[in-house]
């Protein structure tokens, strides 16, 4: 058998094989190979489909998805001699750039702030469109902004129904205790939909190139991530987690869509658990010394140790690091490491110490200054993340988005009749 240039359907591992099977040295998956159809890629070019008949038996058949490249010594189909390509498809990388400046956030925030003041938090739906447009703008991938077109309008009727919401449960909490249950379970009830239309709806106006993103409208899907399973924590004592969470955020990228092309996860639930070791044993071990210190304290027994009294401000600030730097910055890079499209893959390589460090500094810088520099502090941390993302791939950013523009329109019609609101989330 000829020697064939191909592209693995799982990893994008590129592979030379001479033989009817192979498995792929990067992911260890199993590649068959068999004759009748072909997706040929010459060095410099674009995909060509079945170039020409061969003879029976000699040419393979990639596995779905796989693409397949038999090159001849004169570098075009037909050759008697067929030899690997000279130079196989290069492989690209793009980098985001963030070129937002505290000077230019500072001017929309503090508009912003003041009309929220004097509109009594009405003006909050506007403010909040303007903010994602000019963070859209500067956000930069291959020289090409995203955009950001909701309608406040429609984010206010959201809103407005979630305000309701918190109205009748306080009431009810306050005057009617025994309904107050009922309200809470109808809104858990509720929240698998609310939580597909917020997506739906970011999703919908959100473009990168004219192209719309899109997001699935699977509710059964949502339900059984978002309540069914989650019911599993308590019986497991929370080890399951770590699983519900890889679920969920699987659910949440598989069903998001670029154009026609849709997004792929492969992070395993290892990573996950891997990850979140940290809160896992540590979790227990600050729940019980807050109870050995509350039942003593209760008992009227003094402390074995003065600063044992301590414990309770290290369990705080140990919590609010694992739940607002350590895990948010963890997950993020397994999510994003882990996530793909078409042949391109995406790859976020946040630091904890750096992450922790930026963190500190803003809190102290915003709290002395009474708030000023929080446009200052909002873009240096939107800086660092976009210096750590990067996408890398075969066939740059034009493979995934020149095939998307013929089926973007009656999608984004049917879809945009489905909208009409958004819960903020």
Same mark, same amino acid.
């Given at each position: 058998?000829?020697?064939?240039?191909?592209?693995?359907?799982?990893?994008?591992?590129?592979?030379?094989?001479?033989?009817?099977?192979?498995?792929?040295?990067?992911?260890?998956?199993?590649?068959?190979?068999?004759?009748?159809?072909?997706?040929?890629?010459?060095?410099?070019?674009?995909?060509?489909?079945?170039?020409?008949?061969?003879?029976?038996?000699?040419?393979?058949?990639?596995?779905?998805?796989?693409?397949?490249?038999?090159?001849?010594?004169?570098?075009?189909?037909?050759?008697?001699?067929?030899?690997?390509?000279?130079?196989?498809?290069?492989?690209? =990388?793009?980098?985001?750039?963030?070129? /937002?400046?505290?000077?230019?956030?500072?001017?929309?925030?503090? $508009?912003?702030?003041?009309?929220?003041?004097?509109?009594?938090?009405? @003006?909050?739906?506007?403010?909040? %469109?303007?903010?994602?447009?000019?963070?859209?703008?500067?956000?930069?991938?291959?020289?090409?902004?995203?955009?950001?077109?909701?309608?406040?309008?429609?984010?206010?009727?959201?809103?407005?129904?979630?305000?309701?919401?918190?109205? $009748? @449960?306080? %009431?009810?909490?306050?005057?009617?205790?025994?309904?107050?249950?009922?309200?809470?379970?109808?809104?858990?009830?509720?929240?698998?939909?609310?939580?597909?239309?917020?997506?739906?709806?970011?999703?919908?106006? =959100?473009?990168?190139?004219?192209?719309?993103?899109?997001?699935?409208?699977?509710?059964?899907?949502?339900?059984?991530?978002?309540?069914?399973?989650?019911?599993?924590?308590?019986?497991?004592?929370?080890?399951?987690?770590?699983?519900?969470?890889?679920?969920?955020?699987?659910?949440?990228?598989?069903?998001?869509?670029?154009?026609?092309?849709?997004?792929?996860?492969?992070?395993?639930?290892?990573?996950?658990?891997?990850?979140?070791?940290?809160?896992?044993?540590?979790?227990?071990?600050?729940?019980?010394?807050?109870?050995?210190?509350?039942? /003593?304290?209760?008992?009227?027994?003094?402390?074995?140790?003065?600063?044992?009294?301590?414990?309770?401000?290290?369990?705080?600030?140990?919590?609010?690091?694992?739940?607002? %730097? @350590?895990?948010?910055?963890?997950?993020?890079? $397994?999510?994003? &490491?882990?996530? &793909?499209?078409?042949?391109?893959?995406? &790859?976020?390589?946040?630091?904890?110490?750096?992450?922790?460090?930026?963190?500190?500094?803003?809190?102290? =810088? %915003?709290?002395?200054?009474?708030?000023?520099?929080?446009?200052?502090?909002?873009?240096?941390?939107?800086?660092?993340?976009?210096?750590?993302?990067?996408?890398?791939?075969?066939?740059?950013?034009?493979?995934?988005?020149?095939?998307?523009?013929?089926?973007?329109?009656?999608?984004?019609?049917?879809?945009?009749?489905?909208?009409?609101?958004?819960?903020?989330?």
């Amino acid at each position: 058998m000829a020697l064939v240039y191909i592209i693995c359907p799982h990893c994008r591992n590129e592979l030379l094989v001479d033989g009817d099977e192979h498995v792929c040295g990067r992911c260890s998956s199993r590649i068959v190979l068999k004759k009748g159809q072909y997706s040929h890629y010459f060095p410099g070019n674009t995909p060509k489909i079945d170039p020409g008949p061969m003879e029976a038996g000699s040419g393979p058949e990639p596995a779905p998805g796989c693409a397949v490249s038999d090159v001849p010594e004169n570098g075009a189909p037909g050759g008697s001699l067929p030899t690997p390509p000279a130079q196989p498809r290069c492989r690209e =990388s793009f980098s985001f750039r963030f070129t /937002a400046t505290a000077k230019e956030y500072f001017g929309i925030w503090i $508009v912003n702030t003041l009309l929220r003041i004097v509109s009594l938090g009405f @003006y909050s739906p506007w403010a909040k %469109v303007r903010r994602r447009r000019y963070f859209y703008a500067n956000t930069l991938l291959d020289g090409a902004p995203f955009d950001y077109l909701a309608d406040p309008l429609a984010i206010l009727k959201g809103w407005l129904i979630a305000g309701a919401f918190v109205v $009748v @449960y306080s %009431v009810c909490n306050r005057s009617y205790p025994a309904v107050a249950p009922f309200v809470a379970m109808f809104f858990s009830g509720v929240y698998p939909w609310i939580l597909v239309r917020s997506r739906m709806f970011n999703c919908f106006n =959100s473009t990168y190139r004219n192209i719309r993103f899109r997001f699935t409208p699977d509710y059964k899907g949502a339900y059984r991530e978002f309540l069914w399973m989650p019911l599993l924590a308590i019986p497991t004592l929370g080890l399951i987690i770590p699983y519900l969470l890889w679920r969920q955020k699987r659910f949440l990228v598989e069903n998001t869509h670029f154009g026609a092309a849709s997004f792929s996860f492969d992070a395993t639930p290892r990573a996950f658990y891997r990850l979140l070791a940290p809160v896992l044993a540590v979790v227990p071990v600050m729940i019980g010394s807050l109870v050995w210190i509350g039942l /003593a304290a209760k008992g009227g027994k003094p402390l074995a140790h003065p600063a044992l009294a301590l414990v309770p401000v290290g369990t705080f600030f140990l919590a609010y690091f694992l739940i607002l %730097v @350590y895990v948010p910055t963890v997950m993020a890079n $397994v999510v994003w &490491s882990g996530t &793909s499209i078409g042949g391109l893959r995406f &790859s976020l390589n946040l630091k904890v110490r750096e992450v922790t460090w930026i963190y500190l500094s803003n809190i102290v =810088s %915003v709290v002395f200054t009474l708030g000023l520099l929080a446009p200052w502090a909002a873009v240096r941390m939107a800086r660092y993340r976009f210096e750590r993302f990067t996408v890398s791939g075969i066939g740059g950013l034009d493979s995934v988005s020149a095939g998307e523009r013929q089926e973007v329109g009656a999608a984004g019609e049917e879809i945009g009749d489905l909208l009409g609101f958004d819960f903020g989330l």
